[in-house]
């Protein structure tokens, strides 16, 4: 396994949490008091709640859809990083590649004098041994 297909499951994790969490907020939207007279108003009719629906469920198609890509893809990175001896570096895999923790969050997990860089440089050096 290398860095590059590493990359692309990390940027499917990615892409599965920014539409969860465009789905919450889109579903935690109010859209308001509508006044229901049968008469329409403003310059234009339009269906806010119908609208909403549709974006809800083509999102919802969308997550469904990145789940599926990240479980499948997670197999062979699972397997790559249980291979890894090291624990502090297998560690860092799994927070990375599993899990999609940036490097910061990562650095802040692990303690110690542990910096962005310093666990960067852990992954980018086994990679290339």
Known sequence: MNLSELNKHLELIQKLHKAQELYQNISAKTLGATKLDGMPHGSGVGDKVGMLAIELADLEARINYLK??????????????????????RMIFRLRYLHGYSWREISSFIGGKNTEEAVKMICYRYLNS
């Not at 893809?73 to 502090?88: Q, R, T, Y």
Request: hydrophobic content about 40%; charged content about 25%; proline content about 0%.
């Open 68 to 89: 599926f890509e990240v479980q499948k893809n997670s197999v062979g990175v699972e397997a790559f990083i249980n291979n890894i001896d090291d624990d502090l570096t």
